[in-house]
């Protein structure tokens, strides 16, 4: 995948998983960390827990390592690359802050047509 591309998956990773931490958890530590792709480093600030802060970064990993040049989402994926049981948590945190979200772009949507 492109530079582009990869910025915007650890993003998505990122928003994703500290909303789900933050609601879930308490323990969250604020951590700096550089990743590097191909001939780009991108630097991310994580405020997450442990357990979350080693999913996600299970999860770079594994994006760093997607050998699709246009990667699929990773449930259609063809060859996938998760763990099973890493596979079943990162789920787990997509789902809780995809609907999250919605309901609150739902919610601020309602808000400006009533307010
Ligand atoms: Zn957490």
Do not use: G
């Amino acid at each position: 995948m492109t530079t582009e591309k990869f910025e915007i998956e650890i993003n998505t990773l990122k928003k994703f998983f500290e909303l789900y931490c933050k609601d879930k958890h308490d323990d969250q530590i604020e951590k700096e960390i550089i990743l590097k792709y191909k001939d780009k480093e991108f630097m991310l600030n994580l405020s997450l827990c442990p357990t979350c802060y080693d999913s996600i970064n299970y999860s770079f990993e594994r994006l760093k390592q997607c050998q699709h040049e246009i990667k699929p989402r990773c449930r259609t994926c063809p060859t996938p690359c998760y763990e099973k049981i890493r596979w079943k948590n990162a789920a787990k945190v997509m789902k809780y802050s995809a609907i999250k979200l919605s309901l609150s772009k739902v919610k601020k949507r309602i808000k400006s047509i009533f307010s």
